[in-house]
């Protein structure tokens, strides 16, 4: 069975910074792709950042140069990922979901964790 939890959130002042974290383990499960997502209620989830295993990367337009997506990294069955954000702004206010997809591009989301930012 295949798990992704992430870490990390929490309340800030604007300007400041946060680091999410982001494992998926399960046996033999190995990602080729992991993302992060951001969700306002009411509003659809978008796309935060994501990075391959090659280390390719994309980030919205609303978060380039603030936020940097770390690579990939692996131990055993465990995949773990970071996304590190600067300059926080109220707009980044938002439960963000790590997203996981493995190699036959089977798709696993975390549960979500909560960043507030306030001004």
């Known amino acids: 069975q295949v798990q992704v939890v992430e870490s990390g959130g929490g309340s800030v002042q604007a300007g400041g910074s946060l680091r999410l974290s982001c494992v998926a383990s399960?046996?033999?499960?190995?990602?080729?792709?992991m993302a992060w997502y951001r969700q306002v209620t009411g509003k659809q989830r978008e796309l935060v950042a994501s990075?391959?295993?090659?280390?390719?990367?994309?980030?919205?337009d609303s978060v380039q140069g603030r936020f940097t997506i770390s690579p990939i990294s692996r131990d055993n069955a465990k995949n773990t990922m970071y996304l590190q954000m600067n300059s926080l702004q109220p707009e980044d206010t938002a439960v963000y979901y790590c997203?996981?997809?493995?190699?036959?591009?089977?798709?696993?989301w975390g549960q979500g964790t909560q960043v507030t930012v306030s001004s």
């Open positions: 997203k996981a997809v493995h190699w036959s591009y089977s798709t696993y």
């Open positions: 399960g046996t033999f499960f190995s990602t080729n792709t």
């Open positions: 990075i391959t295993t090659g280390g390719t990367t994309n980030y919205a």
